[in-house]
C-alpha cells in the first residue's frame, strides 16, 4: 500500500514514540497501531506490520539497557525461553482466532497488573517478612508462579502487545527481589524475544506492509536510545507513575475502540 508524504512522517513519528515508550515502559503499539490503522491498512495486516517494525526498536532499547543486565545472565536465558514459547502461542492465536478474541479480557489483565504495580513495594516487603518468619530465602528467578506468568503475558505479547511491558513489570516487580531498573532491563530483553519470534512466524505466513515496516523499524531504533537515556534517570517512584500512566490510557483506548 503506497503511503503519502505525511502518512510516511506520521508513521516514521509513531515509531519513534513507540521504541521511547517501549524502552521505559512498554506499549509501544499504543502509538503506532492507530496509525497504521489511519493509513488504510486492514487490522491484521496492521498487527503484523507493528511486531516486525518494533523489533529493532526492542533490541536498541535492551541495548541500551545493558548495564543493568549485568549479572543476570541466568534469569535472561530462562525468561527469555519462556518469552519465546509463549510468543509464538501467542502469534499463532492471533492467525486463527477471530480479531476480537482478546478484547474483554486485556483490560482486566492490565487493570490486575496496574494494581500490581501501585502495591508492588507492599506486597515486596509483606513476602520478605513472611520468609523471614519461615527461614526461606527468595527464589532468585521468582519461581514457578513468576514463570506462568510471564508465559501468559508473552502469549499476549504475541498475540497483540500493548501493555505488555506493563504486565512484565508488575510481575517481576512482585516476586523479584530486585531494582526496578534492572527489572525493566530484563522486560525489555523479553521484549524482544517475543516480538522477534512473533514476527519471525508472520514473514512466513502474514501479509506484510513492509513500507510501514521500514518506518517503524527507523523510528523505533531511534526511539529505543531515547528511552533508554531517560528511562534510566528516573526514580523507581517516577518510573512507577509511568508504568500506571501508560496502562491507564491503554486500557481507556481499548474499551473506547
Request: glycine letters at 14%; proline letters at 4%; zero cysteines.
Amino acid at each position: 500500500m503506497a503511503l503519502s508524504i505525511w502518512e510516511a512522517l506520521a508513521v516514521l513519528a509513531a515509531g519513534v514514540g513507540a521504541g521511547t515508550i517501549n524502552t521505559i515502559v512498554g506499549s509501544g503499539t499504543l502509538f503506532t497501531f492507530p496509525v497504521l490503522l489511519a493509513t488504510g491498512l486492514p487490522p491484521i495486516t496492521a498487527n503484523v506490520s507493528n511486531t516486525l517494525g518494533l523489533v529493532p526498536g526492542n533490541i536498541s532499547g535492551a541495548i541500551g539497557y545493558r548495564h543493568e543486565l549485568g549479572g543476570q545472565r541466568r534469569r535472561v536465558i530462562r525468561f527469555g525461553i519462556v518469552g519465546l514459547i509463549g510468543g509464538l502461542a501467542g502469534a499463532i492465536l492471533l492467525l486463527a482466532l477471530p480479531s476480537k478474541a482478546f478484547d474483554a479480557i486485556v483490560p482486566v489483565l492490565i487493570a490486575l497488573a496496574l494494581v500490581l504495580v501501585v502495591l508492588q513495594p507492599r506486597l515486596a516487603r509483606a513476602l520478605a517478612r513472611r520468609r523471614e518468619r519461615n527461614g526461606t530465602a527468595a527464589p532468585s528467578d521468582g519461581g514457578p508462579a513468576l514463570l506462568a506468568g510471564l508465559l501468559v503475558a508473552s502469549a499476549y505479547g504475541g498475540y497483540f502487545g500493548a501493555a505488555q511491558g506493563v504486565m512484565y513489570l508488575s510481575l517481576m516487580g512482585v516476586l523479584l527481589n530486585d531494582e526496578l531498573q534492572r527489572i525493566n532491563a530484563l522486560k525489555n530483553v523479553i521484549g524482544v524475544v517475543v516480538n522477534s519470534v512473533a514476527a519471525l512466524l508472520f514473514v512466513f505466513v502474514a501479509d506484510v506492509d513492509w513500507t510501514a515496516v521500514l518506518l517503524i523499524a527507523v523510528g523505533s531504533t531511534v526511539g529505543g536510545q531515547i528511552g533508554a537515556r531517560i528511562g534510566r534517570r528516573l526514580s523507581p517512584t517516577v518510573l512507577r507513575g509511568v508504568i500506571v500512566a501508560v496502562g491507564i490510557v491503554a486500557i481507556v483506548q481499548m474499551l473506547l475502540k
